[in-house]
């Protein structure tokens, strides 16, 4: 069974600064996908951003970067230049490839607050 | 940009009672899922759903549930009899398919309170 773990509960930064969310998972499969997905106060999930597991290269799109660590089974996010608007709950998920309907299995999840 | 959209936000029941949840997953998606959050919760799948007919559910997934694509555009979960523990967020996500085309979809999710 695959399992994600989100260590840190909570953490606030101050606008304009760098932030790192961290993420750790367990798996035997060796094509999977990890996700970030991002949740404000009172509105739907949104990705951030994908990792494919056979790709090394880490994702980036925009101010948002992956350090995936596969041996490791380490999958972080960077936020540079937090805004305002990052403030959200930050969740991290795994999805094994496997062919059908791909379910995602999610970490607890984490409160990012981005304070002015 | 489409979404998925989900009614009601909140819904409100007694225990015993059966609950029906709506999705409108977006219009050329595949797959459809659900998932539920029990607060302070991980957020949870509960059910897949492709080509008409389930095609996962996790153990949570007992006989009060059910599933169905009624008219081509909604998606619905039924709990038939609703129980205290039933009480959680539940999500609907739909993807347009998988392996590179995996990105799910989220509504913003029904609050569904037991009492």
């Known amino acids: 069974a695959q399992t994600v773990t989100q260590s840190q509960p909570e953490m606030s930064v101050q606008e304009a600064e760098t932030v790192t969310l961290s993420c750790t998972y367990d798996?035997?499969?060796?094509?999977?996908?990890l996700f970030w997905y991002k949740q404000p106060p009172s509105r739907q999930m949104i990705l951030v951003i994908r990792?494919?597991?056979?790709?090394?290269q880490n994702a980036t799109e925009n101010r948002f970067s992956v350090n995936f660590q596969k041996a490791a089974k380490s999958f972080s996010l960077k936020i540079s230049d937090s805004q305002l608007g990052d403030t959200a709950m930050y969740f991290c998920?795994?999805?094994?490839?496997?062919?059908?309907?791909?379910?995602?299995?999610f970490g607890k999840g984490m409160k990012l607050t981005v304070n002015p | 940009e489409p979404e998925v959209t989900q009614t009601p936000s909140h819904q409100v029941t007694q225990m015993g009672q059966e609950v029906i949840l709506r999705c409108v997953p977006i219009s050329n998606h595949l797959y459809f899922y659900w998932y539920r959050q029990i607060l302070g919760q991980k957020v949870e799948f509960l059910v897949s759903?492709?080509?008409?007919?389930?095609?996962?559910k996790s153990e949570i997934f007992d006989d009060q549930f059910s599933v169905e694509r009624p008219d081509g555009s909604n998606f619905t979960l039924k709990i038939r009899s609703t129980k205290l523990e039933d009480s959680a967020m539940y999500f609907c996500?739909?993807?347009?398919?998988?392996?590179?085309?995996?990105?799910?979809?989220f509504g913003a999710g029904t609050r569904l309170s037991v009492l």
């Open positions: 798996t035997s499969e060796s094509n999977y996908y």
């Open positions: 996500a739909s993807s347009r398919g998988n392996g590179r085309s995996n990105i799910q979809y």
């Open positions: 990792q494919e597991a056979y790709k090394q």
């Open positions: 998920a795994f999805t094994a490839y496997q062919g059908g309907s791909e379910k995602l299995v």
């Open positions: 759903f492709y080509n008409n007919e389930i095609s996962e």
